[in-house]
């Protein structure tokens, strides 16, 4: 099967971006697992978050370290493999590409001065005070890059006359319609999918047996968390869910497979469709997609059908949206099982919890990855919306194939790397050795 530059093009970039997405999320959610991991140390004078806050930064290195060589391709692609794209929107969207990387060196710098300075502080609030500029650097970085994404699908802030782009107004085109709803789902997921991921690394790390303070209040604290983010994340996803409504109801449309405009739609989860776009074995709530959209089961939901053929999502994106939410609701149920079985302290051990725990892991990236491709895909067959398609933008030279090739050896390269790298960090050095060393005076039990 031969693929054209469009095709090409796209799968390369999908391939960066989903591996991408991965330390991205990371570098918006672990600063503040860190951040909080200490000041509930200093406040309580409790060396194991003390330790939880030494060791997650330590970790965090790698995840920036690669982060950073594949936000980089990430930018050489979009010159490379979308050129009529840049010049059509490259101007526009300068400002917010060169802030947010202006908001990675403000993070990274404070990053070093944080790493450095664990021991320079008799009051160790000083030290806590410097993972400040650390989570605003990377929680900035993250609102800045999604203003561009957001911009691709509500793009305002200028005009294109006879090709050009005129009358370019950056802040207008980075404040636009999309960037409130999706900026705070994308801050939100990524902090719950870190913190979940800790919590199943500790999960993992009790059921090998390790059942002492440490990585019992590290379970606890990261489950915490996990829950009162979730509960945020599903707040951000309902205001996304009334922006699509009312900016992009044919992505709405798509993910829900609602075909003809009605009051009173229900929402449809899972099922499968046939050529005739009849729905089969669904589950569905009825009038629930209304409410969804307008905060009443009488609201009118635009359907499919409205739009022109060439310009409907594919219907694939209605899976994606499904596994997303089922594994949002079961990140939140784990975590809310866990609390209150903490809390009446009954079986807070549970194995099967624990395995559900770690399996919470792999599935919080997974739902990462199918939130980004539902927006992406989502929005074709427009890299523009409105003004300009996917087929239009690629770039007409050869060597994407080669390029797609050399990427994936690199990032093949990059995963065995920072899994090694990773692995020889912390399994040479388990918790309750360095606590020794570091405080000799607590018993790691």
């Given at each position: 099967?031969?693929?054209?530059?469009?095709?090409?093009?796209?799968?390369?970039?999908?391939?960066?971006?989903?591996?991408?997405?991965?330390?991205?999320?990371?570098?918006?959610?672990?600063?503040?697992?860190?951040?909080?991991?200490?000041?509930?140390?200093?406040?309580?004078?409790?060396?194991?978050?003390?330790?939880?806050?030494?060791?997650?930064?330590?970790?965090?290195?790698?995840?920036?370290?690669?982060?950073?060589?594949?936000?980089?391709?990430?930018?050489?692609?979009?010159?490379?493999?979308?050129?009529?794209?840049?010049?059509?929107?490259?101007?526009?969207?300068?400002?917010?590409?060169?802030?947010?990387?202006?908001?990675?060196?403000?993070?990274?710098?404070?990053?070093?001065?944080?790493?450095?300075?664990?021991?320079?502080?008799?009051?160790?609030?000083?030290?806590?005070?410097?993972?400040?500029?650390?989570?605003?650097?990377?929680?900035?970085?993250?609102l800045f890059?999604?203003?561009?994404?957001?911009?691709?699908?509500?793009?305002?802030?200028?005009?294109?006359?006879?090709?050009?782009?005129?009358?370019?107004?950056?802040?207008?085109?980075?404040?636009?319609?999309?960037?409130?709803?999706?900026?705070?789902?994308?801050?939100?997921?990524?902090?719950?999918?870190?913190?979940?991921?800790?919590?199943?690394?500790?999960?993992?790390?009790?059921?090998?047996?390790?059942?002492?303070?440490?990585?019992?209040?590290?379970?606890?604290?990261?489950?915490?968390?996990?829950?009162?983010?979730?509960?945020?994340?599903?707040?951000?996803?309902?205001?996304?869910?009334?922006?699509?409504?009312?900016?992009?109801?044919?992505?709405?449309?798509?993910?829900?497979?609602h075909?003809?405009?009605?009051?009173?739609?229900?929402?449809?989860?899972?099922?499968?469709?046939?050529?005739?776009?009849?729905?089969?074995?669904?589950?569905?709530?009825?009038?629930?997609?209304?409410?969804?959209?307008?905060?009443?089961?009488?609201?009118?939901?635009?359907?499919?059908?409205?739009?022109?053929?060439?310009?409907?999502?594919?219907?694939?994106i209605?899976?994606?949206?499904?596994?997303m939410?089922?594994?949002?609701?079961?990140?939140?149920?784990v975590?809310?099982?866990?609390?209150?079985?903490?809390?009446?302290?009954?079986?807070?051990?549970?194995?099967?919890l624990?395995?559900?725990?770690?399996?919470?892991?792999?599935?919080?990236?997974?739902?990462?990855?199918?939130?980004?491709?539902?927006?992406?895909?989502?929005?074709?067959?427009?890299?523009?919306?409105?003004?300009?398609?996917?087929?239009?933008?690629?770039?007409?030279?050869?060597?994407?194939?080669?390029?797609?090739?050399?990427?994936?050896?690199?990032?093949?390269?990059?995963?065995i790397?920072?899994c090694?790298?990773?692995?020889?960090?912390?399994?040479?050095?388990?918790?309750?050795?360095?606590?020794?060393?570091?405080?000799?005076?607590?018993?790691?039990?």
């Open positions: 099967m031969e693929f054209d530059n469009v095709m090409l093009s796209r799968l390369l970039t999908g391939m960066t971006l989903s591996f991408h997405i991965i330390f991205a999320t990371l570098g918006v959610g672990v600063p503040v697992m860190i951040s909080l991991a200490e000041f509930i140390g200093i406040k309580r004078k409790d060396p194991h978050f003390l330790l939880l806050a030494r060791r997650w930064a330590r970790g965090f290195t790698i995840s920036v370290a690669v982060g950073v060589v594949t936000g980089t391709a990430i930018g050489l692609q979009l010159s490379m493999l979308w050129p009529s794209f840049m010049e059509v929107a490259g101007q526009v969207i300068a400002l917010p590409l060169f802030m947010e990387t202006f908001a990675f060196f403000f993070e990274a710098i404070f990053l070093g001065i944080y790493l450095y300075t664990w021991d320079r502080f008799k009051n160790r609030i000083y030290h806590w005070l410097l993972s400040i500029p650390v989570m605003v650097g990377s929680s900035s970085s993250a890059i999604t203003t561009v994404n957001s911009f691709m699908n509500t793009p305002q802030g200028f005009e294109l006359k006879n090709g050009k782009t005129v009358n370019i107004n950056p802040i207008e085109a980075m404040f636009n319609p999309a960037t409130p709803s999706k900026v705070l789902h994308v801050i939100s997921s990524g902090y719950v999918t870190c913190a979940v991921i800790l919590a199943a690394i500790s999960a993992f790390a009790i059921l090998r047996g390790r059942r002492g303070e440490y990585e019992k209040k590290a379970l606890r604290m990261t489950m915490v968390c996990t829950l009162v983010f979730s509960i945020f994340t599903a707040l951000a996803g309902d205001l996304s869910a009334k922006f699509l409504a009312h900016r992009q109801p044919e992505k709405l449309a798509a993910a829900e497979w075909f003809n405009t009605e009051t009173g739609a229900d929402l449809i989860m899972f099922g499968s469709l046939d050529r005739h776009h009849d729905v089969h074995y669904e589950i569905r709530i009825p009038k629930m997609l209304s409410f969804l959209s307008g905060n009443s089961v009488d609201t009118k939901v635009i359907g499919l059908n409205d739009f022109p053929k060439d310009e409907r999502p594919p219907l694939i209605h899976y994606m949206f499904d596994l939410v089922a594994i949002g609701v079961f990140l939140t149920a975590s809310a099982l866990y609390i209150l079985l903490w809390a009446f302290k009954k079986k807070e051990w549970n194995k099967w624990l395995w559900a725990i770690v399996a919470s892991g792999p599935l919080a990236v997974l739902a990462i990855e199918l939130g980004w491709m539902l927006d992406e895909v989502g929005r074709q067959p427009w890299i523009l919306r409105g003004y300009m398609k996917v087929a239009d933008a690629a770039t007409k030279g050869n060597g994407v194939g080669l390029a797609f090739t050399l990427f994936a050896i690199l990032y093949f390269i990059l995963t790397m920072c090694f790298v990773l692995s020889k960090m912390f399994k040479n050095n388990p918790a309750e050795v360095e606590l020794e060393r570091r405080f000799p005076y607590v018993d790691p039990k």
